[in-house]
């Protein structure tokens, strides 16, 4: 099984944070988190490691989709 690392926490925290609509509270590492665990499913499915920031919390009003940097997945221990 793969994983999304620490460093990629930091990453998608900061992806989302700049995709919110002004107004929209920013997330904070446990959120990333959560947007983490939802690329982690996306990848036990056989796709890539994606999540999604729905399209009202976005500052374009569509949905925005995002693929973790491979460079932030690795293989969970056994």
């Known amino acids: 099984m793969k994983n999304v690392n620490m460093?990629?926490?930091h990453w998608i925290m900061n992806c989302v944070n700049q995709a919110l609509a002004e107004g929209h509270e920013e997330i904070d590492l446990n959120g990333a988190m959560a947007y983490a665990r939802d690329a982690e499913y996306q990848m036990s499915l056989g796709n890539p490691?994606?999540?999604e920031v729905t399209s009202s919390r976005t500052s374009t009003g569509h949905v925005k989709e995002f693929e973790v940097?491979?460079?932030?997945i690795e293989e969970a221990a056994s």
């Open 49 to 51: 490691p994606c999540f």
């Open 7 to 9: 460093q990629g926490c």
């Open 69 to 72: 940097p491979e460079e932030y």
